[in-house]
């Protein structure tokens, strides 16, 4: 899920220490199985690993299949 993750074109959400909250992060680097991101907000630095990346961007799509859902559902 994260090779096709290039520094400088991904996009995450991911909490910021710093923010104190879930913001936007630029893949800024990476090292092996390792990502540098860099908070939109405050340009903090943050280190995960490939495993934290894959389950952010996993539990992002799932919300968004649910947001795609209830507004494809009838009413709305």
């Known amino acids: 899920m994260t090779e096709d993750v290039m520094p400088g074109?991904?996009?995450l959400?991911?909490?910021c220490p710093v923010c104190r909250m879930e913001t936007m992060h630029n893949?800024?680097?990476?090292?092996?199985?390792?990502y540098a991101?860099?908070?939109?907000?405050c340009r903090?630095?943050?280190l995960i690993s490939a495993e934290q990346m894959r389950r952010?961007?996993?539990?992002?799509?799932?919300?968004?299949k649910e947001i795609i859902a209830h507004l494809d559902s009838p009413g709305n």
């Open 13 to 15: 959400a991911f909490y």
């Open 27 to 34: 893949v800024a680097g990476q090292k092996g199985q390792v």
């Open 9 to 11: 074109t991904g996009v």
């Open 44 to 46: 903090n630095g943050s």
């Open 37 to 41: 991101l860099a908070c939109t907000v």
């Open 56 to 64: 952010c961007r996993e539990r992002w799509e799932e919300e968004l």
